[in-house]
């Protein structure tokens, strides 16, 4: 059986003139923990929205748990949990019985289940509550107890801890790494935190104006945030050259007309200083920094991000 849960290939959307997701191709595996990144209008709720069925790509295809066609999709999708751009709850009724009716509308036989899961977000004092009534944060707690009532093996989150206190954060980013491991969800989830997706996801994947510009592992992304060596000289395009020529494996940019960051891998410096110097660069600085997540998330969105 493939460990591929989710594969897209070419996948694009537009609306009109606008092109929302261009030629988006990914896999996730089973059981991992995928944080989705990307700017204001990057195109992450879109994904989303065409991988739960509620929108439809403009081209491209979809594989999600081995099915490609459309009824094996349909059949598919009832595995899935989602909360996407916020739950979607019926205000005159109570927490308990909205959660209630997702349970029914999913098909889940399991009449504990709902309560079960009011549980596992920590709402149970609040059940009896109408949700148009509850907190902010109550909401999204409640959203994701909807997500789960079905039990699903790919659990689908846009922005989750919207509206938490950091005690909430901590529970539900808790609980997420606890229904990864035990349930054996695949969870993918995006938030403007980074700081908290960085605790939580396994894997990362960065998407910038409807493309993936990057995806990394957890350990790959805190090699890259760890630190990088700043290069500052008389000819970038020649140190660029030079970069390309002898470490054709590492990443860089170009931040400024006399300076490159070059990401990863910092032993590299000497080796680097003995190349520019023979190539007759004269260099103003090389040094090592440290990055930080939000820093990189900005380099790769070249300078432009808002999250």
Known sequence: MSDIILETNHLTKRFHQNLALNDVSIKLEKNRIYGFIGENGAGKSTFMKIIAGLSFPTSGDITLMGESSASGLARKRKSLGTMIEGPYLYGN???????????????????????????LVDLTDHAKKKAKKLSMGMKQRLGVAMALVGNPRFLILDEPINGLDPINIITLRNMLKKINEEQECTIFVSSHILSELYLLATDFIFIHKGSIVETSTHEELEEKCSQYIQVKTNNIPETVTILDKYFPDITYKVVADDTVKVHGKTEIMSDLSRYLMEA????????????????????????????
């Open 93 to 119: 009724y109570t927490l308990w019985q909205n959660v209630e009716i997702q349970r029914l509308l999913v098909g889940n036989p399991d009449k504990s289940a709902t309560d079960r899961v009011i549980e």
């Open 280 to 307: 007759g660069i004269v260099v103003y600085e090389l040094s090592n920094k440290e990055l930080s997540l939000e820093e990189y998330f900005v380099s790769i969105m070249g300078g432009e991000a808002n999250a």
